[in-house]
């Protein structure tokens, strides 16, 4: 098949990126990364190779260099515009030339800019960038090397659109990427490292130590990067807060950022149980929920995935069950447009959750592009309830090429809010999915692989429905003379158990002293609390500077949003982003890394050949493509036809090869564009305009056959429709797919569109118990309930205790059958379970314990009372 992407050279032969080596040093909680890119030109003229692709949103790159043949350049920070310009200078008098530059729009979305390579001449591009690493639920640290870049919907009006990075990507099915990554990762940690897991095949861990804290581990040979690469470090006594002092540079300045010692505390706040046993049954729940396009697309490649959408109606369906009587609630939808559950936020009650899982159900990824702006906006317009902290859950899979809008936004209203975001599959947007949390004061959660939504939505639920934390206040002690200029943001957010660094500058300090403390003060459920660790001053050398660089890195973050949101300072805090920049040698919104190589000198003769390199592109079953209108298909191949006006006014579909689904453009008479979904060999009926239609192929490259007119029945009318020619599904021109068409007037027999009955798959018991239960924490005894024990509802009757309430019985096997049964999965219904005994402890009389022995027999359990926490 030939390859229609733009990602081949004019003789059909691939694209100059051949491999990619990855190596990974880990020292605790940092991680340095070392990319290697390998280029060659097997051309016969000079070529200018360029390569969009993501990285880790809080990733500071701190080194990019080229090596042509046995010469090496190590390119430097410049200001962007100066970089660009030397760039294009070097090309045009025949140099070789190399750069590297952050997206306006979105800090995890790089371009790498190759030319210009002669023929036959080679090159490898080296990146270095540094990193934190994240805590998951089960304490592990989370290193992530993104490979997908998904294409970025723009809204329309976005500026920058067409011309920003985020909209030059190039993307291909995972499956035809043409290079190869290998990958090590070596990695030393005061603590014994337990183990490492991967979404992707290992080579066995190797210790090389007794103690088993300095480690290596590598991919298996031969992987493609087509998925983002995954390991989970296990640490053993992990959870621990810790200090580091990273010795400055030698030759650098006393007093400046790469000059003076740099701190990092890692904090893991405590709260007492006392507290922490009590969580609050008040707030406002807003659940934001991407119904996008592209939500309409599988968790992960492997057989029986859930597509994201139908992962996240099953996770609102736990959230409702698991909320607090007494809160409010409300759920949006997202794409193109937004809707809302209820006009404003509603109190949790048996109606209002009823009918909201009627809704939830009929959720689809049918609203469009990713448009998060608008619906935020509308949210924080909304007054807040009075007495009911306001908690934002944020569900999508992170597209969008706003981010840093998105962000500002966030931060600008954080006063009323707790921001918690999810990003769902490959390639959601580390930068919006982790700053909408850190800006919004709350936790992020990525669910990529065959993890399972549910679990991680539950521990963000736990950390909102703990009790707030106020008047948090950090005080230093150090030795006289040394003083202390804090880098990160102020920390305005904790949660029970979970990391909080703080990076800062010490000034001041030799090695006479030996040790300082710090003291974080705050407030919560009204009581003073005080969290205390002491540190020894003692520096260590990196040669990477990772502390300094990732603390500059925060500081310049910090001061490119302040940069974004006032008004005449605007040049001031850009001078000072691009000097922080310049001094400890990261990249910037408004910098980028430049690097030329002489070489022959001789200019160059004619036009550079540019070539995209393509980055992985998650797997959908519906091809995305880019905004157009009618007016803009080309003109010189138009396909007419008369719409043959039969009196049952059908259009069948032509046989063709199995598709997961089609994509149907309808033209109406106004020339308006809809769209709708509908299934294989479906027949669509009682269409009274004329349509043409896209086939979309799951996981096709491109479009080999002309798009052609089967005859439509129109009642009458009968009007020259112009189509496109073919056009590859893969390119840049088809990424977007109508996400940003402008809806017009709702197709009028779009109900009347016949639907076959697909067989249901057998429904997890756990979501079926979890979907009997009532608002109160209650069950009834019901058939359904009885078939989820495997019983019928006259066994289970049968069985309970004389002059024992039907409800509390129930209620008391829902929770035997939970304890007995799905253990494993306590994380996802402990909040159900908590809502249940408070129930049965309302009840009076209740004979509780003879139902707890009674509903043992009966479902073969041996639960204990007190294990049902009754």
């Not at 010469?71 to 294009?88: G, I, L, N, P």
């Not at 090309?91 to 590297?100: E, H, N, P």
């Not at 005449?568 to 040698?585: C, I, N, T």
């Not at 009834?780 to 509390?808: C, N």
Request: aromatic content about 8%.
């Amino acid at each position: 098949m030939v390859n229609c992407c733009g990602l081949v050279t004019v003789k059909k032969e691939p694209v100059p990126l051949k491999s990619i080596e990855v190596e990974v040093h880990i020292r605790g909680h940092v991680a340095t990364v070392k990319s290697t890119l390998q280029y060659v030109n097997k051309e016969e003229q000079p070529l200018e190779a360029l390569f969009v692709f993501p990285l880790p949103g809080e990733a500071a790159v701190c080194h990019f260099s080229a090596k042509i043949g046995d010469k090496e350049v190590v390119a430097e920070v410049q200001e962007k515009q100066k970089a660009r310009e030397q760039y294009d200078d070097a090309l045009s008098s025949g140099q070789q030339a190399f750069l590297l530059e952050e997206s306006d729009e979105s800090p995890d979305v790089f371009r790498l800019s190759v030319g210009s390579l002669p023929p036959g001449e080679s090159a490898a591009i080296t990146i270095i960038y540094v990193m934190e690493l994240t805590v998951q639920a089960d304490h592990a640290l989370r290193f992530c090397l993104p490979a997908v870049l998904n294409p970025r919907y723009t809204p329309a009006g976005t500026q920058g659109w067409g011309s920003g990075i985020v909209s030059q990507v190039t993307s291909v099915p995972a499956g035809m990427i043409p290079y190869s990554l290998s990958l090590s990762a070596h990695m030393s940690s005061p603590n014994p490292i337990s183990k490492v897991e991967s979404n992707c095949p290992l080579e066995p861990l190797v210790y090389h130590d007794a103690s088993q804290t300095k480690a290596t581990v590598s991919l298996s040979p031969g992987h493609k990067f087509d998925r983002d690469v995954e390991l989970l470090l296990y640490y053993q006594n992990a959870h621990q807060p810790t200090a580091i002092v990273e010795a400055g540079l030698a030759s650098g300045k006393p007093g400046t950022l790469m000059g003076d010692p740099v701190i990092v505390l890692s904090l893991y706040p405590e709260f007492p149980a006392e507290v922490m046993s009590s969580l609050t049954s008040r707030g406002e729940f807003v659940f934001l929920v991407d119904q996008s396009g592209s939500m309409h697309s599988p968790m992960h490649n492997g057989k029986g995935s859930q597509m994201r959408i139908e992962s996240a109606r099953d996770t609102l369906l736990l959230l409702l069950k698991s909320l607090p009587l007494g809160c409010y609630f409300n759920i949006y939808g997202f794409g193109s447009r937004y809707t809302s559950f209820f006009p404003k936020s509603v109190q949790y009650s048996q109606e209002t959750m009823d009918q909201s899982l009627k809704k939830v159900s009929e959720m689809r990824a049918d609203l469009g592009g990713t448009e998060i702006l608008e619906p935020l906006k509308h949210i924080y317009s909304q007054p807040c309830v009075p007495g009911h902290p306001r908690q934002l859950f944020i569900f999508t899979d992170g597209e969008v090429s706003n981010t840093k809008a998105v962000l500002d936004l966030v931060k600008s209203n954080v006063g009323s809010h707790r921001c918690f975001s999810f990003g769902i599959g490959q390639g959601a947007s580390t930068a919006l999915v982790n700053g909408m949390a850190k800006e919004g004061c709350g936790h992020a959660q990525f669910i990529t692989g065959k993890d399972r939504l549910q679990p991680k939505v539950m521990q963000s639920l736990r950390f909102a429905l703990q009790p707030a934390i106020v008047d948090i206040a950090v005080k230093w002690k150090l030795p006289d003379g040394v003083s202390v200029t804090t880098l990160s943001p102020p920390l305005n957010v904790v949660f029970q158990g979970q990391r909080a660094l703080l990076y800062a500058q010490l000034t001041g300090l030799s090695s006479e002293h030996s040790e300082g403390s710090v003291t974080v003060d705050y407030s919560l459920a009204n009581q003073p609390i005080t969290n205390q660790l002491s540190f020894s001053l003692q520096s260590v050398e990196d040669s990477q500077l990772a502390l300094h660089r990732l603390g500059a890195r925060a500081l310049i973050r910090s001061l490119e949003m302040e940069e974004r949101a006032v008004g005449g300072e605007k040049e001031e805090l850009k001078r000072r982003v691009v000097e922080l920049s310049l001094q400890a040698g990261v990249s910037s919104a408004f910098t980028a890394f430049i690097a030329t190589y002489k070489g022959s000198g001789q200019p160059v003769q004619g036009p550079l050949v540019k070539r995209n390199v393509p980055a992985p592109k998650a797997p959908e079953d519906v091809a995305w493509c880019s905004p157009f209108t009618l007016h803009e298909y080309p003109t010189s191949s138009r396909h007419h036809y008369s719409p043959d006006c039969s009196p049952h006014c059908q259009f069948v579909l032509p046989p063709v090869k199995r598709a997961t689904g089609f994509l149907i453009l309808a033209v109406p008479v106004d020339y308006s564009l809809h769209y709708v979904h509908v299934d294989d060999e479906e027949r669509v009926h009682g269409i009274d305009f004329n349509l043409i239609y896209l086939t979309v192929l799951k996981r096709m490259a491109c479009c080999a056959a002309p798009i052609s007119s089967p005859p439509v029945s129109a009642c009458g009318i009968s009007r020259s429709i112009p189509l496109p020619q073919p056009t590859p599904l893969g390119s840049p021109a088809l990424m977007m797919a109508l996400d940003t068409l402008q809806p017009g007037p709702f197709l009028r027999t779009c109900s009347q569109i016949p639907r076959k009955v697909a067989p249901q798959p057998q429904r997890d018991p756990l979501l079926q118990l979890i979907s009997l239960q009532k608002a109160s924490g209650s069950w009834e005894l019901e058939s359904a309930l009885a078939e989820v024990f495997g019983k019928t509802e006259g066994e289970v009757a049968l069985q309970m205790p004389v002059q024992v309430d039907r409800a509390l019985w129930a209620t008391v096997l829902a929770l035997i059958w939970l304890y007995g049964f799905r253990l494993d999965a306590q994380e996802e219904w402990q909040f159900l379970a908590m809502k249940a005994v408070s129930w049965i402890q309302a009840q009076k009389g209740a004979s509780v314990s003879e139902c707890v022995k009674a509903g043992n027999a009966l479902l073969g359990c041996q639960v204990e009372v007190e294990t049902l926490g009754l």
